[in-house]
Nanobody, 123 residues
């Protein structure tokens, strides 16, 4: 079973930066779409950003210009660079993977999920 393991979360002040990483346990994920979702307390899980195996990226409007998704296929790893963080970015951030580059923001389309990493932005 392929596993996705996130790291890099933590506590940061408003305006600060964090870089999340998600490492896959197998190289088969290299050809997958890899994405980031987040879930704040009492809210539904929401799409943040995704990267295709070839490097195409897509991000939700609320994070464009602040968050950047990228991947290193040689390391089976996807990253989320988060800059200019705001308190409303506080959430558990999840890595996910799926086979095809369509319906990107739909969480129910993803086959693989990590355990999540907490990001807390203090005001």
């Amino acid at each position: 079973q392929v596993q996705l393991v996130e790291s890099g979360g933590g506590l940061v002040q408003t305006g600060g930066s964090l870089r999340l990483s998600c490492a896959a346990s197998e190289r088969t994920v290299t050809t997958y779409v890899m994405a980031w979702f987040r879930q704040a307390p009492g809210k539904e899980r929401e799409f943040v950003a995704a990267a295709s195996w070839s490097g195409s990226t897509y991000g939700t409007e609320s994070v464009r210009g602040r968050f950047t998704v990228s991947r290193d296929n040689t390391k089976n790893t996807v990253y989320l660079q988060m800059n200019s963080l705001k308190p409303e970015d506080t959430a558990v951030y999840y890595c996910a993977a799926k086979g095809q580059w369509y319906h990107i923001p739909r969480a129910d389309e993803y086959d693989l999920w990590g355990q999540g990493t907490q990001v807390t932005v203090s005001s």
